[in-house]
């Protein structure tokens, strides 16, 4: 599992992050595309190695403010400058490209395009296949992804936890607003770049032969607002980015030290793993940039269908095996091993299928395999969940059940077990104690304590200091102990307020109600 979540880190979140903020950089300020990406790597590299998650969280809140004002913004003036919605619709469908094919449908906008729910033969994106894809297709990404568990482990509480995972859940209600319509408009405003077709232009005009939809959003924001605005939206768009690459460099070198490298090294110190840690993020970024060009030309060029269709490779038997891991107690640990493996090893035939045979050009003959022809990509993942459940329920019921001592607390029948003294520490939320006092507020105590005698040291050695802080060194009186994890502090973390516990379901029914409104009005 830490396995693939590093490989889905390199081939989806960290190549896409970089290559769209590259992408920016080189639209607004014409730098070279590399030039953009290590530029955009260093500075975003900087604060993540020097800050830890506690920078990545902080900078993630203000950037989520910074963005969703911003966003808005762009939202407000394209509306204003399309001439409302009414104008938008009637644009949209008229946007067509004077470079094109005219025995061909190449460049025309799709007749459904203002729907979500498309027709489940012919469409771009099938509806049934969508809807199962958004729901258990990607319940790995919500439940499994150590980006996402990473920020709910850190919750005060589960109350906190809950209303921390229904806050993003209405945050992405906004982007069919704030990113899909302001990028249709883009597409009505400039059809010539935004929506090019012939494979010449494209490449003069975004150098990506393919096709030009990527560049929708940061042409409007460079084209259309004032100076003042653009450079504030220009910050706004490298800060989300920049947020984004934090949560995936912290997120992985967790999983790569804490996962693997004690697996292999079990006598690590923590100084050796902050520095793994570190090291490993340069590499996975190297590696990262290495993927771009494949990342280019697949999926016919869009990024979000290339996000969505790696993820339906690779990220649905997660779901699947999550989902039997939580409701069914039967299912046995060969069960899940060899129920994901087989699922994978689907997902990665019909990955490495999609890289050799990328989709001919528009107008040309489709000569590639019929699993890719006829199969789309979300229907793949729907087969993916039936193969790999098949898997993991025969396997297991072919092989030792697990104990109830092995599945205590992992299984929602018995997901809490609280005991009678748990109310004597429900004020102990921390889960994870260092023995030595490793906490901020010692750490800067015991710093002021000792500032006058360590001036003259800290003089001397001012580039040991900086070494170590870049490699995540801390000096001997900051280091701490072995870490020490408390079952009893976990229980009460269970334990939530039922008053709140029914307020967040309130606010849970009506996101849901609100999302069944907006498929509805946009089918």
Not at 472 to 493: C, H, I, Y
Request: with cysteine; proline share 4%.
């Amino acid at each position: 599992m830490s396995l693939l979540s590093l490989l889905l880190y390199i081939v989806t979140k960290l190549a896409v992050s970089i290559f769209s903020g590259a992408l920016f950089i080189q639209l607004s300020l014409g730098w070279n595309n590399y030039v953009a990406i290590a530029s955009l790597l260093l500075i975003t590299g900087i604060y993540t190695v020097l800050g830890g998650l506690t920078a990545v969280i902080y900078t993630d809140a203000f950037q989520t403010i910074i963005l969703t004002l911003g966003s808005f913004a762009v939202v407000g003036v394209s509306f204003h400058r399309i001439g409302g919605y009414g104008e938008f619709q009637q644009k949209y469908m008229q946007s067509i490209p004077a470079i094109r094919d005219d025995n061909t449908s190449c460049g025309l906008p799709r007749d459904d395009a203002f729907h979500i729910l498309r027709d489940p033969v012919n469409s771009d994106n099938p509806w049934p296949g969508l809807l199962l894809q958004s729901s258990i297709g990607c319940l790995w990404y919500w439940c499994c992804d150590q980006v996402i568990i990473q920020r709910s482990l850190a919750a005060k509480n589960l109350s906190h936890a809950k209303g921390g995972a229904i806050l993003a859940g209405y945050l992405k209600m906004l982007p069919l607003v704030m990113m899909i319509f302001p990028g249709m408009i883009s597409r009505a405003l400039y059809p010539d770049e935004v929506g090019c077709a012939d494979p010449v232009e494209c490449q003069k005009i975004c150098d990506n032969p393919v096709g030009c939809s990527n560049i929708a959003y940061p042409k409007l924001v460079l084209e259309l607002l004032p100076y003042g605005v653009r450079g504030l939206l220009m910050a706004v768009m490298l800060s989300a980015n920049m947020s984004s690459l934090t949560s995936i460099f912290n997120s992985a070198s967790t999983i790569f030290t804490m996962d693997l490298w004690r697996r292999m090294r079990p006598t690590a110190r923590e100084k050796e793993l902050l520095i793994v840690g570190r090291i490993f993020i340069v590499a996975l970024c190297v590696v990262s940039i290495l993927w771009i060009p494949l990342l280019r030309s697949s999926q016919g060029g869009q990024l979000f269908a290339y996000i969505n269709a790696v993820q339906s490779y690779l990220g649905t038997p997660v779901g699947a095996l999550f989902l039997l891991a939580i409701t069914w107690k039967r299912m046995s640990e060969q069960g899940a091993f060899w129920g994901i493996v087989i699922g994978h090893m689907c997902g990665v035939i019909r990955l490495v299928l999609d890289l050799a045979y990328p989709a001919p050009e528009c107008g040309h003959e489709d000569t590639r395999p019929s699993i890719l022809v006829n199969l789309h990509y979300t229907y793949f993942g729907a087969l993916m969940i039936v193969i790999t459940s098949l898997a993991i329920v025969i396997i297991s019921l072919l092989t030792k059940p697990p104990t109830e001592e092995m599945i205590g607390n992992l299984v929602w029948q018995n997901r809490v077990t609280i005991n009678s003294d748990v109310e004597e520490i429900e004020e102990e939320m921390v889960i994870c104690v260092n023995i030595k006092n490793t906490s901020e507020t010692t750490k800067d105590f015991n710093g002021d304590l000792s500032e006058d005698s360590d001036l003259s040291t800290d003089r001397k050695s001012m580039w040991r200091h900086w070494v170590g802080e870049i490699c995540g060194v801390s000096s001997k009186k900051e280091q701490g102990g072995d870490l020490v994890f408390d079952d009893r502090a976990t229980k009460a973390f269970m334990k939530e307020d039922p008053r709140w516990s029914h307020v967040l379901s309130g606010i849970f029914l009506v996101g849901m109600v609100t999302t069944g409104f907006l498929y509805g009005m946009f089918h």
